[in-house]
């Protein structure tokens, strides 16, 4: 019902920068909430960040102050831009959103497959 395409990963050197996109398509009557989730290898999936229809955003603690998470409602796509990047924050980065496809339906969160994010020292 809910597609979500990701793009901008890739290798990048410690103190880089990188920019992700995520544009949503389908049967979308409402976007609640866009973001960016990350699972390293071995972790678990952890929140990057996180804004609202109503532009509210929440980050990570470890990312506030390095990533910048925006949206173009008239597109249905988020972006993060990730500077100052640590090979710590190498993972695989999951879009992800909360959308009502049917009117009386409650919304659902839908993924995206990922994109791949290496930070090399």
């Known amino acids: 019902q809910v597609q979500l395409v990701e793009s901008g990963g890739g290798l990048v050197l410690s103190g880089g920068s990188l920019r992700l996109s995520c544009a949503a398509s389908?049967?979308?009557?409402?976007?609640?909430?866009m973001g960016w989730y990350r699972q390293a290898p071995g972790k678990q999936r952890e929140l990057v960040a996180t804004?609202?229809?109503?532009?509210?955003?929440n980050y990570a603690d470890s990312m506030e102050g390095r990533f910048t998470i925006s949206r173009d409602s008239a597109k249905n796509t988020v972006y993060l831009q990730m500077n100052s990047l640590k090979p710590e924050d190498t993972a695989v980065y999951y879009c992800y959103c909360n959308a009502e496809t049917r009117r009386w339906v409650t919304s659902a969160d839908y993924w995206g497959q990922g994109t791949q994010v290496t930070v090399s020292s």
């Open positions: 804004i609202t229809s109503g532009d509210n955003r």
């Open positions: 389908g049967r979308i009557l409402s976007l609640n909430a």
